[in-house]
């Protein structure tokens, strides 16, 4: 049972334009969301998180949407930067599951 | 210098083999985990420690073992090693279960 689902398994974004990474989650009890970054070789980062008293948290070029209703949070980099390219994991945690589930991760290319 | 140190950061070894990787942290955590990454299955957990003397099953913990005797080291053991063990393995820490988790740098396995 796949909780946390990253359903692109890559986006490809011009430098400069917006980049948006979708995840969608089945357990209701999640309520703690964070986003990491992966680049090659490397371990993964943390880059944003989201508790699921807000539907929205910035940091600087970052921004995470947090829809309950829809089971469905994303992630907007604004303007995308070459260095962005990375793999990205949605990763949620709540209720009696506290340990972090992630997704399949998302292969972001951005394109100078 | 906060960090998740493990090694080796590429072993290559052959079937049968016992081999250990190691894993430290230097922040205090209570929480440790071993997650290993496959093409296009993400993350997947291994085994994980709440604390010392204290570990637990993740979602694919076959063919491994564990151990927490200390609150900093958290090693992991393949007995008996298989090629389908070949992978990407990351150790991870967090002060506490479910929150943000710091990954070491990464150890590139294979087993011939």
């Known amino acids: 049972d796949q909780q946390v689902k990253q359903n692109s398994p890559s986006l490809s974004v011009q430098e400069g334009r917006i980049s948006i990474l979708n995840c969608d989650y089945t357990?209701?009890?999640?309520?703690?969301f964070l986003w990491y970054k992966k680049y090659p070789a490397e371990g993964p980062t943390f880059l944003i998180s989201?508790?699921?008293?807000?539907d929205k948290n910035e940091d600087g070029r970052f921004t995470v949407f947090l829809n309950k209703s829809a089971k469905h949070l994303s992630l907007h980099i604004v303007p995308s930067q070459p260095g962005d390219s990375a793999v990205y994991f949605c990763?949620?945690?709540?209720?009696?599951?506290?340990?972090?589930?992630f997704g399949k991760g998302t292969l972001l290319t951005v394109n100078p | 210098e906060a960090q998740v140190t493990q090694n080796p950061r590429y072993l290559i070894t052959v079937t049968g083999k016992k081999l250990t990787v190691t894993c430290s942290q230097n922040?205090?955590?209570?929480?440790m985990s071993w997650y290993r990454q496959d093409p296009g299955l993400g993350l997947r957990q291994i085994y994980y420690?709440?604390?010392?003397?204290?570990?637990d099953k993740g979602d694919v913990p076959e063919g491994y073992k564990v151990s927490r005797k200390e609150k900093r080291n958290f090693p992991l053991i393949l007995e008996s090693p298989s090629p389908n063990q070949t992978s990407l393995y990351f150790c991870?820490?967090?002060?506490?279960?479910?929150?943000?988790?710091?990954f070491g740098s990464g150890t590139q396995l294979s087993v011939l």
């Open positions: 357990n209701s009890m999640f309520d703690y």
């Open positions: 922040m205090n955590h209570e929480y």
């Open positions: 990763a949620g945690s709540g209720g009696s599951n506290y340990k972090l589930t």
């Open positions: 420690s709440m604390n010392v003397e204290v570990t």
């Open positions: 991870a820490s967090s002060l506490v279960d479910g929150e943000k988790l710091f």
């Open positions: 989201i508790s699921s008293i807000k």
